[in-house]
């Protein structure tokens, strides 16, 4: 099952650049909750080889001989695109698994919270709240698929939810984008904070097991 956080190094090393140009030398990296979900191991292992030495690992957690443990600037979260101006570097992706068809106000979902507002095609998307997709998302939040952002029809089910997505192509197999880079068409994390009134470091922080980290160039 796909169930995929993309991590870019492009965009850290980015985000990280323009961070020591607004900071300057004293900056401290906050690399608490495993980085934000980001993965601790390869954030530190990339700012270490941009010559940034300073981090706020949080209770516990150990970091590189030679570098330093000291509280962070609050600036430093645009390290992972949770600034305005700074770009994502987390994109969480699932797998459709369904689409069909429905007709004029057929209910989505349980609880049918959502109806169908004109005959329509929905998507079942595999990611769910055990996954930490917050369920506030449900019928408010959208997610990138086939070029367009849908609205999440219906509540967020345990492992699966469902995107209204008109006349858009997709089948199964095609890839959901709940949040990522605003450039590729994803809502970004501050979209989804606004939505699920959740800060983006803690949705990408309480993102499950199931979800397997992949870093990209």
């Known amino acids: 099952m796909h169930r995929v956080a993309r991590l870019s190094e492009s965009a850290l090393l980015r985000n990280l650049a323009a961070l020591r140009d607004e900071v300057g030398p004293e900056l401290v990296l906050d690399v608490r909750a495993d980085a934000y979900g980001h993965g601790l191991d390869r954030v ?5 080889g941009a010559g940034v030495h300073r981090f706020w690992p949080g209770i516990g957690v150990a970091v590189p001989r030679g570098t330093a443990s000291i509280g962070a600037d609050w600036r430093s979260l ?17 797998e459709v698994v369904s689409v069909k068809s429905a007709g004029s106000g057929a209910p989505v979902s349980y609880g049918y919270t959502y109806r169908t507002a004109a005959p329509t095609r929905l998507a079942l998307v595999a990611l769910g709240y055990a996954d930490g997709v917050p369920r506030r998302a449900s019928n408010t939040a959208n997610a990138a698929l086939g070029g367009a952002q849908h609205v999440i029809a219906g509540r967020i089910a ?20 709940l949040w990522g880079d605003p450039a590729a068409g994803a809502p970004s994390p501050l979209d989804w904070a606004r939505w699920t009134a959740r800060t983006p470091a803690a949705l990408t922080a309480a993102l499950g097991p199931r979800i397997r980290r992949e870093w990209v160039a």
């Not at 530190?44 to 270490?48: G, M, Q, S």
């Not at 492992?159 to 095609?174: M, N």
């Open 44 to 48: 530190v292992e990339l700012a270490l």
């Open 78 to 94: 645009a390290l992972y695109g949770f600034r305005q101006g700074s770009t994502p570097v987390l994109t969480l992706e699932a």
């Open 158 to 177: 345990m492992d699966q939810l469902v995107l209204d997505i008109h006349d858009t192509e997709a089948e199964i197999g095609s890839v959901a984008a």
